[in-house]
């Protein structure tokens, strides 16, 4: 059986992103046949579609890294009950054009840390709709994850019942995915 593929997509662009370490701590609880890959979208220029008739080198990387993948995890920060625009450029660049948009059929898991007390419940919830309207297959399931201190320890989740928490959704991610990716 081929590996299944999971990209990452951690949608901050700041050095000491909170939802970065949660990423790095999520990849920590997924079994290691299964083959994960962080995708860079801080790099991508703002989307215009005068761009689209000779798309940058660095926006066929990133559409070109989706692609190859099965299933997606977005680890992401909620800005003003929404999401940043760092991951709304990047998702606005995989979805065009139609017939090549990468997020088409891909199953999805989300989930998110901030500081506050709904750890990104309402951002997660706008990025649930946009989506699905591309196509993904967005899996149930609620992991809003407010933000402490010692949550992440070492690049792992330190926290133990948040630890058992994380585990059940991303073991019930990776079942979903692997059963949807079997031929
Ligand atoms: C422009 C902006 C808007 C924000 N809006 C929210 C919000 O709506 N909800 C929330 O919980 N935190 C909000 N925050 C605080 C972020 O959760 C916090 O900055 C967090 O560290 C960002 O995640 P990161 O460290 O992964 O970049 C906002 C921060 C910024 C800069």
New binding site residues.
């Given amino acids: 059986m081929t590996k299944l593929k999971v990209a990452v997509i951690?949608?901050?662009?700041?050095k000491?992103?909170?939802?970065?370490k949660l990423a790095e701590g999520l990849v920590d609880l997924i079994p290691d046949s299964i083959e994960t890959s962080f995708v860079q979208i801080d790099d991508l220029p703002m989307y215009n579609m005068d761009l689209e008739a000779n798309r940058p080198d660095v926006v066929n990387r990133f559409t070109r890294e989706v692609a190859a993948t099965d299933a997606v995890l977005f680890v992401t920060?909620?800005?003003?009950?929404?999401i940043?625009a760092v991951l709304k450029n990047a998702i606005d660049w995989g979805s065009k054009p139609v017939d090549k948009n990468v997020w088409n059929g891909k199953v999805v898991a989300l989930t998110g840390?901030?500081?506050?007390a709904?750890?990104?419940a309402?951002?997660q919830q706008h990025l649930r709709q946009i989506l699905g309207i591309l196509g993904s297959l967005v899996i149930g399931g609620e992991a809003y994850i407010t933000?402490k201190p010692d949550l992440i320890e070492d690049g792992k989740i330190a926290n133990e019942s948040t630890k058992a928490f994380l585990q059940a959704h991303i073991d019930k991610f990776i079942a979903i995915a692997q059963k949807l990716n079997t031929p």
């Fill in positions: 951690v949608g901050s662009n700041r000491e992103s909170i939802n970065r920060p909620e800005f003003n009950r929404s940043p840390t901030s500081p506050g709904i750890g990104t309402v951002g933000f």
